[in-house]
């Protein structure tokens, strides 16, 4: 008999587990969006997804149904993304447009980043983030963080505030309800 890999072939040593309202739904999209490829997906009771698997490129994604019962909330129901997947890819404007075209919707266009990477990111409909890279240039450290302090510095700039410009007022909450009473 042979011995048994404690990592499976097709896996890595990390591999993303999603939490989305249908499973169902979502291997679709992610097939349109990002080339998946569905491996398995196991039904439970009611038509639910107990578990999935699909491939995108050379990495196993794991899925399953959110399952309030279980605590397990998609970030859609829960209100916020929590994380954020960063897929590799050849042609990061192809496959920013493919995910459009899908569905999701823009974060932040293809742009060059100080990193060397060409870069965009996307939100699937289920509150997922999507990060879309093609690796254009090998970067030193050294020339990464003259290039970070750059974009830092312009960042700055762009946010302080203008001569003759009004300052942006910060409301929190309770400001917000006593104002707008009866609205």
């Known amino acids: ?19 989305v309202p249908s499973a169902v739904e979502a ?21 639910s997804t107990m578990h999935a698997e699909m491939m995108i490129g050379d990495s196993v994604v794991m899925m399953s149904d959110e399952n309030l019962a279980w605590g397990l909330k998609s970030p859609r129901s829960a209100g916020a993304c929590t994380c954020s997947l960063h897929l590799s890819v050849e042609d990061c404007d ?8 899908a569905g999701c919707q823009v974060l932040m266009p293809p742009a060059d980043m100080f990193w060397g990477d060409r870069f965009c990111k996307v939100a ?16 030193s450290p050294e020339e990464m963080a003259r290039r970070a302090d750059a974009m830092r510095r312009q960042m700055e700039q762009a946010s302080a505030p203008r001569p003759n410009e009004e300052p942006l007022t910060v409301y929190n909450e309770e400001d917000l309800d006593r104002d707008h009473k009866g609205c």
């Open 1 to 19: 008999m042979a011995a048994v890999q404690p990592v499976p072939d097709r896996f890595h040593s990390v591999a993303p587990y999603l939490v």
């Open 27 to 47: 291997l679709a999209l992610y097939e349109k969006a990002f080339g998946a490829r569905t491996l398995s997906r196991m039904e439970g009771p009611g038509g």
């Open 94 to 101: 192809a496959v920013f447009q493919q995910a459009v075209a």
């Open 124 to 139: 699937d409909p289920f509150g997922h983030h999507w990060g879309i890279a093609t690796h254009q240039e090998d970067v």
